[in-house]
């Protein structure tokens, strides 16, 4: 029998901005899920409505987790990668941070319900430039 499968997932989210600047005209987020050789996930998603490039993020992660529940029924460690600090640290038991905002709060819960039975589950924020294919993922979401 094979042994259940040590995933690497990376996350990002991406917000397009009009001429001024400073009104956002678009949102995506994009994430893949691998093991080191195989590439099971990748996607790119439209997000109609948000209110920050944080509020993204969140929801990034949670569509990464949701996808690692949906594609697999057994995991031995879930490796969760983005370089959004707030967000990592907001997901990481290790360094609690309970977000004001109900909408993460409930994007949070869900996380950490669906990845409760994974036997070892870690958060580490990469450098934007080592987070490069779910950059340009979260980009390719733009409609």
Same mark, same amino acid.
């Given at each position: 029998?094979?042994?259940?499968?040590?995933?690497?997932? #990376?996350?990002?989210?991406?917000?397009? #901005?009009?001429? &001024?600047?400073?009104?956002?005209?678009?949102?995506?987020?994009?994430?893949?899920?691998?093991?080191?050789?195989?590439?099971?996930?990748?996607?790119?998603?439209?997000?109609?409505?948000?209110?920050?490039?944080?509020?993204?993020?969140?929801?990034?992660?949670?569509?990464?987790?949701?996808?690692?529940?949906?594609?697999?029924?057994?995991?031995?460690?879930?490796?969760?990668?983005?370089?959004? &600090?707030?967000?990592?640290?907001?997901?990481?038991?290790?360094?609690?941070?309970?977000?004001?905002?109900?909408?993460?709060?409930?994007?949070?819960? &869900?996380?950490?319900?669906?990845?409760?039975?994974?036997?070892?589950?870690? #958060?580490?924020?990469?450098?934007?430039?080592?987070?490069?294919?779910?950059?340009?993922?979260?980009?390719?979401?733009?409609?």
């Amino acid at each position: 029998m094979r042994s259940p499968p040590s995933l690497l997932a #990376y996350f990002d989210a991406s917000v397009l #901005y009009g001429p &001024d600047n400073g009104t956002p005209t678009s949102g995506a987020i994009g994430f893949l899920v691998e093991d080191g050789t195989t590439t099971y996930v990748e996607a790119s998603r439209s997000v109609g409505a948000f209110v920050s490039s944080a509020a993204l993020e969140f929801r990034a992660l949670r569509e990464t987790v949701k996808a690692v529940d949906e594609q697999f029924s057994h995991v031995s460690s879930l490796h969760l990668h983005g370089d959004a &600090d707030a967000v990592i640290r907001a997901a990481d038991p290790d360094h609690p941070a309970e977000p004001s905002d109900p909408i993460v709060r409930r994007r949070l819960a &869900d996380v950490h319900a669906r990845v409760a039975d994974i036997p070892v589950v870690t #958060y580490k924020v990469l450098p934007r430039g080592r987070n490069e294919r779910a950059h340009a993922l979260a980009r390719a979401g733009h409609e």
